[in-house]
């Protein structure tokens, strides 16, 4: 029991992975990939076509849905996710998995 699914949008959290599929958001290996306005960011790398994206150090603000990633930190507020200390919040239907939950045993 390692992830979690979650069919409204669409959360899929296994080894440090998210996969929402609303806009669509896939967090990888450091890796956010978003389809909505579109946000591509790999290698220190964004992409973004709609409307403002700010990457400063190593952080990524994006204002549609609104994306937050800083220090390790997604905050999506469209249904509302938040992945920070291994956690994710998850305000549509409602999903909260926090400590070491989303870990390898």
Same mark, same amino acid.
């Given at each position: 029991?390692?992830?979690?699914?979650?069919?409204?949008?669409?959360?899929?959290?296994?080894?440090?992975?998210?996969?929402?599929?609303?806009?669509?958001?896939?967090?990888?290996?450091?890796?956010?990939?978003?389809?909505? #306005?579109?946000?591509?960011?790999?290698?220190?790398?964004?992409?973004?076509?709609?409307?403002?994206?700010?990457?400063?150090?190593?952080?990524?603000?994006?204002?549609?849905?609104?994306?937050?990633? #800083?220090?390790?930190?997604?905050?999506?507020?469209?249904?509302?996710?938040?992945? #920070?200390?291994?956690?994710?919040?998850?305000?549509?239907?409602?999903?909260?998995? #926090?400590?070491?939950?989303?870990?390898?045993?």
């Amino acid at each position: 029991m390692d992830f979690l699914e979650k069919n409204l949008g669409y959360i899929y959290l296994g080894e440090s992975k998210v996969k929402k599929r609303l806009g669509c958001i896939y967090l990888g290996e450091s890796k956010v990939e978003k389809w909505l #306005g579109y946000i591509y960011l790999g290698e220190l790398k964004v992409k973004k076509w709609l409307g403002y994206i700010y990457l400063g150090e190593s952080k990524v603000e994006k204002w549609l849905g609104c994306i937050y990633l #800083g220090e390790s930190k997604v905050e999506k507020w469209l249904g509302y996710i938040y992945l #920070g200390e291994s956690k994710v919040e998850k305000r549509l239907g409602y999903l909260h998995q #926090g400590e070491s939950s989303t870990r390898n045993s």
